[in-house]
């Protein structure tokens, strides 16, 4: 069995956070658990996502805000000759929290913006018309 070292460091955190190409929301649906990869943002301790404003994803936070979410990278497949000592290897982050829709137009734009510098992709919103996202 591999070790399992947790990380409190913020600074790794969002060194594992920055690194990681997307993350898995887990969400319940009364009883019946849910889980769906998203791109993500991440600043000052907040995950920011992007999503249609319909969907299962939007109907279970509607009803249950709670969230869990994982994020990981360095993700390796450990072998061995007996295959009952398979092991995986990987840094992850494991957080939990609520779910908040941003209403205002502002906070729309500013999450979006973060979205989108924390995963490198460059976006000039003076020449979009932002709306249409919201």
């Known amino acids: 069995m591999g070790s399992q070292k947790i990380i409190n460091d913020l600074r790794q955190i969002e ?10 929301l887990a969400l319940s649906d009364e009883d019946i658990p849910y889980i769906v990869p998203m791109a993500f943002g991440y600043k000052r301790n907040a995950i920011y996502l992007h999503s249609s404003q319909k969907g299962k994803k939007i109907n279970i936070f509607k009803t249950n805000p ?5 994020a990981d990278v360095e993700t ?3 072998t061995a000759e007996d295959p009952c000592k398979y092991n995986v290897r990987y840094r992850s982050v494991i957080g939990y929290g609520q779910a908040k ?3 205002d137009y502002n906070e729309k734009v500013e999450g ?7 995963r490198r992709c460059p976006f000039n919103f003076h020449n979009f018309s932002c709306y249409r996202f919201f």
């Open 66 to 70: 709670r969230v869990c979410f994982e």
């Open 101 to 103: 829709f941003l209403e």
């Open 76 to 78: 390796e497949v450990m």
């Open 112 to 118: 979006l913006a973060i979205l989108l510098t924390f």
């Open 15 to 24: 060194g594992i956070l920055s690194k990681a190409k997307f993350l898995r």
